[in-house]
């Protein structure tokens, strides 16, 4: 499709009446682990599904021209994505980390760090040393961004970090999953590789486990799909059939999303049992101006902490009934979850004090309910 079309558009025509056998509007789920093959030797578009398969394949087109990308892969889980590009580094290769990134980020990470595979540097790279010291210093072969971040939803500027890590030769991946690329698109702002959680906003639906990786780089492209084949971590067909069917709604339900997160941000900021409320839309948020840069949107996403002890916190989350406790986000659906115990319930103490989750700490992943209902069940749980 071409890319003079806006992202709504390209979204809802993805691989519609590309069909050729027998001309069916939504292209077919093909179900299949191999492909016939036409003579002895001669190379074909598809032989494993493990290698390439065409429903995987109009998932991946369509993230890649969303993200403004020469192509990708689509991976069994985020996961396994955040593992592919990993695996596209040299042994030993110096990677730099957030220290506030989502917890099975800093697990992968450091579990490779611990057994000599890569040298893994995890730092706040919001500071304003970062840029011109820090990655000059280190000199990393990747630096991984994930903007903004879980849970704090701190934002940091891709552009500004992407052109310094030219200088240093320096590759750039950058986790957009609470955003999408809906409201944002890390390629255009220099980034090398883009990495979605398709589990979450893509989909949409909570019944599907995936992940996508996209690049504008046909070196880093080549390695991407040798290695998403050697290490046998590509998505299933189905489940790309359910995503693709899940992301041309995408641009609708991120804007419900945003509305009711901003509603509920609303009734927090004048609650006196409300004490940080962590949302890039609001003015005093420490990323608000690189947000509204970079970012098309401020998204579905928000966490607070109440100003109560910790038993009053498991009361407020056992309160909200239409909220369930749950660890995932993105979906139709409203979660709440307690990252602390969590989504980061594996970092010691000291760790997550230095992030700045506490125990008081809710994050809340904001569905597509009646903004009033939310509302309303909000209200009764902080009384």
């Not at 709504?8 to 292209?27: C, F, N, R």
Request: charged content about 20%.
């Amino acid at each position: 499709m071409s890319k003079k079309f806006k992202k709504e558009t390209i979204a809802a025509k993805a691989g519609v009446g590309s069909d050729k056998q027998h001309g069916a509007i939504i292209p077919p789920l093909y179900l299949t682990s191999n492909f016939k093959y036409g003579e002895v030797g001669e190379a074909q578009e598809y032989e494993y599904t493990r290698q390439s398969n065409p429903t995987r394949d109009h998932l991946i087109n369509a993230l890649a021209e969303l993200e403004s990308g020469l192509g990708g892969e689509i991976l069994s889980s985020g996961m396994a994505a955040i593992t592919l590009v990993a695996n596209i580094l040299e042994n030993k290769s110096r990677v730099i980390v957030p220290h506030d990134c989502y917890g099975g980020t800093f697990r992968l990470f450091s579990s490779l760090a611990h057994k000599g595979v890569l040298e893994v540097y995890f730092i706040n790279q919001s500071q304003k040393s970062f840029c011109k010291e820090i990655i000059s210093e280190i000199n990393p072969d990747l630096i991984w961004i994930e903007t903004p971040s879980n849970p704090l939803l701190q934002a940091v500027d891709i552009q500004r970090i992407s052109e310094q890590a030219k200088i240093c030769n320096s590759l750039v991946a950058v986790d957009n999953t609470f955003l999408s690329p809906s409201l944002q698109n890390p390629l255009k702002l220099g980034a090398d590789i883009v990495m979605h959680s398709t589990t979450k906003y893509i989909n949409g639906h909570s019944d599907v486990i995936g992940g996508a990786v996209i690049t504008n780089n046909h070196e880093i492209l080549s390695k991407l799909k040798f290695w998403a084949n050697t290490l046998g971590i590509t998505g299933s067909p189905f489940d790309s059939y359910l995503t693709l069917r899940g992301l041309r709604t995408l641009n609708i339900r991120m804007k419900e999303h945003e509305k009711n997160a901003v509603a509920i941000v609303e009734l927090l900021s004048n609650h006196p049992l409300v004490g940080n409320i962590y949302y890039p839309g609001l003015p005093d948020h420490p990323s608000h101006a690189i947000a509204k840069k970079q970012q098309s949107g401020f998204g579905g996403m928000l966490s607070f902490e109440l100003n109560k002890d910790f038993s009053k916190v498991k009361k407020f989350i056992k309160a909200v009934k239409i909220l369930p406790l749950a660890a995932s986000l993105g979906g139709f659906e409203s979660l709440i979850s307690h990252p602390y115990s969590m989504t980061h319930g594996e970092l010691t103490a000291d760790q997550k004090k230095e992030i700045g989750i506490s125990k008081n700490l809710i994050r809340i992943s904001a569905g597509l309910e009646n903004t009033d209902d939310l509302l309303d069940v909000i209200k009764k749980a902080l009384k």
